[in-house]
């Protein structure tokens, strides 16, 4: 059974449009909202929703942060050498500079954050099968 199907539609922006220029660097289907992305504004605002199952590839922020405010559905982040935190709508996750990470759906759920993010990100490898299914 998928939990928050809702999620879909957006909760409080819309999902937006299926995230294509971003596909290499997930497992499954995103869309992306992006709210803010202006030149004089030192960071990028946007509204990630993950169908379930769907995950970004670790990554790490090279000369800047991310915060993630969860909106809707459940989802994992994990750091690089720690436990997965499971996130619902409330939770906030903040990504120094140089942590590698990744962010996702749980296995049965829709899962939707907002992401401010300051700099460049580079996108590692993918989380495997294994890693997520052990979680």
Same mark, same amino acid.
């Given at each position: 059974?998928?939990?928050?199907?809702?999620?879909?539609?957006?909760?409080?922006?819309?999902?937006? &449009?299926?995230?294509?220029?971003?596909?290499?660097?997930?497992?499954?289907?995103?869309?992306?909202?992006?709210?803010?992305? &202006?030149?004089?504004?030192?960071?990028?605002?946007?509204?990630?929703?993950? &169908?379930?199952?769907?995950?970004?590839?670790?990554?790490?922020?090279?000369?800047?942060?991310?915060?993630?405010?969860?909106?809707?559905?459940?989802?994992?982040?994990? *750091?690089?050498?720690? *436990?997965?935190?499971?996130?619902?709508?409330?939770?906030?996750?903040?990504?120094?500079?140089?942590?590698?990470?990744?962010?996702?759906?749980?296995?049965?759920?829709?899962?939707?954050?907002?992401?401010?993010?300051?700099?460049?990100?580079?996108?590692? &490898?993918?989380?495997?099968?294994?890693?997520?299914?052990?979680?």
């Amino acid at each position: 059974m998928v939990k928050n199907q809702d999620v879909k539609n957006g909760t409080i922006f819309s999902s937006g &449009e299926p995230n294509n220029a971003f596909a290499d660097f997930f497992t499954g289907q995103s869309y992306l909202n992006v709210l803010v992305n &202006e030149r004089d504004v030192n960071v990028v605002v946007g509204n990630v929703t993950f &169908e379930p199952a769907c995950r970004n590839n670790w990554h790490i922020h090279t000369d800047g942060y991310q915060i993630l405010l969860v909106t809707g559905g459940e989802g994992w982040y994990q *750091e690089d050498g720690q *436990e997965a935190r499971k996130l619902v709508p409330g939770s906030v996750v903040v990504t120094h500079q140089g942590v590698k990470h990744w962010h996702g759906a749980t296995e049965n759920s829709w899962f939707e954050h907002i992401a401010i993010t300051a700099g460049p990100s580079e996108f590692l &490898e993918p989380v495997s099968d294994e890693q997520y299914n052990n979680l």
